[in-house]
Structure formats: C-alpha cells, structure tokens
C-alpha cells in the first residue's frame, strides 16, 4: 500500500517510516511534485489535520494521511498550542519557540504540559481521526540534541530525560505522535 503523507518535513517523515510496516510505503510530498505550502488556517490541531489531508486529496487525489501537533501548556491555556510551530513568529525557528516559552514560563511554577498529535486520514472516500497525547512537563532549560522542535524542554510523565535525550526509537515507543501513528497502523492492518 502507498499513502501520500502530507509533511516535507524530513524528521516527521523518519519517524513514521519507523513505525509502519514494510507493507505501507509512505510517500512524501516532494515524491509527487507538491511544492506549494499547504494552508494551515484552521484554529485547531484537529482542523490543520483535516485541512492538510482534503487539500492533498482534492488537488492530486492520492489516499493520503496528514499530521498536526502542538504544545499545550497547562498556565498558559494552552499555548502555543496550533500555533506550536511559529510561536515566535516567522520564520519557524525551534530555538526561538523554545526561547520564547522559557520566558514565558519563567516565574511560573505550574509546568504541566502535553504533546497532542492528531492523524486525519482520507482512503477509499472516507476521512479518519486518530489522536496521541503524552503529558509531562517544560523544564527550565534545553537538554539534550536528538529529536526537534520543543523536545530538548519536555520530559514526559514517568521519564527524567527530555525527547531529546532519548533515542527516536525510545521517544516513539511513547510520544503523542508515536499513539497516533500506531492507531492509524492498526486501522490499515484491519
């Protein structure tokens, strides 16, 4: 099976290829000619997802899955939220996102927070959701150098290293990205 995957993002695409079967070829968006930035106007990770995945069905017609993830902070209602990826404005920069959420948080005690990822996929006609979630909390300073993203700052509940400390295999055995990917997995085998 081949399925488009809405993502040029080459640490995404990685990661996935590592968690589905040999059977399901993931194809990226560069593999069909897709050069153009796919909007993502929505208010919500879940509508990103949807966005992004009947963008790629209506304008190519390929079955297709696309991502949306975000970070959401407990005493900060929930930013950055959909706006994870460009929280410090453009261009998309890890460094300055986490910079930002540092300062933010710098006074604050409550660390709470969660990686949501949701998966929307279009096959066959049909359009699916599956949703991963991991809590943990945003520590005070980067650690760490593998992953990407919000990674070097986030330990998850029940570890005491950071995503970025952990090997890609470790991190998606557990992440919000990781769950999504094994629903939509266990979905296609049915």
């Known amino acids: 099976m081949k399925l488009v995957f809405a993502s040029n993002n080459l640490n995404k695409i990685k990661e996935i290829q590592l968690l589905v079967p040999a059977s399901i070829q993931i194809v990226s968006l560069q593999d069909i000619g897709c050069t153009e930035d796919i909007p993502e106007t929505a208010d919500t990770i879940e509508g990103n997802a949807i966005l992004k995945a009947n963008y790629l069905t209506q304008k190519y017609g390929f079955n ?3 991502d949306d993830s975000g ?4 005493i900060l209602n929930g930013e950055p939220g959909v ?6 404005g453009e261009p998309k920069n890890d460094d300055n ?3 930002k959420l540092l300062d933010n948080l710098k006074d604050k005690d409550n660390r709470k927070a969660n990686f949501k990822t949701v998966i929307c996929l ?3 006609n ?13 520590i005070d300073k980067k650690i760490g ?5 919000y990674d070097p700052i986030f330990v998850a509940d029940g570890y005491t290293k950071t995503f970025a400390e952990l090997t890609m295999q470790e991190k998606s055995s557990i992440s919000h990205r990781g769950q999504a990917v094994k629903q939509l ?6």
């Open 97 to 99: 996102n986490m910079n």
């Open 126 to 138: 049909e359009q699916y959701l599956f949703t991963g979630k991991i809590n943990g909390k945003i």
């Open 185 to 190: 997995v266990d979905f296609l085998a049915q």
């Open 83 to 88: 706006y994870s990826a460009r929280y410090a």
């Open 71 to 74: 970070l959401e902070v407990e």
């Open 122 to 124: 279009n096959i066959n």
């Open 64 to 66: 297709c899955f696309a």
């Open 145 to 149: 150098t593998n992953g990407f993203g």
